[in-house]
């Protein structure tokens, strides 16, 4: 299964893409993490329910700077191409 997140609150130039790289290659997720232009940190996810769970519990709590102040989700489809990997990409 796949998720979309959409983080908002002090989550730009605090660590928060590193932080959620390293968070994702633990659970053996798939995807990517990047920074919008609003300010906001958008995380596309694949893995299992249980590990897309964690996932999103450690997107509320953030890197030791940051401010999580939201976490919204929506189901997104599957997308191969991130198959096998966890990917920083650059600002949308």
Do not use: I
């Not at 994702?24 to 906001?40: F, I």
């Amino acid at each position: 299964m796949a998720r979309r997140y959409y983080v908002s609150g002090r989550v730009q130039g605090v660590g928060y893409r590193v932080y959620v790289e390293r968070v994702a290659e633990k659970l053996a997720l798939h995807g990517y993490v990047r920074n919008r232009r609003d300010g906001t940190v958008e995380v596309f996810a694949m893995g299992t329910a249980e590990k897309l769970g964690e996932l999103r519990a450690a997107l509320r709590k953030g890197p030791m700077m940051a401010r999580v102040e939201n976490v919204a989700e929506e189901p997104e489809p599957v997308r191969p191409k991130y198959a096998g990997q966890f990917v920083v990409e650059m600002t949308e």
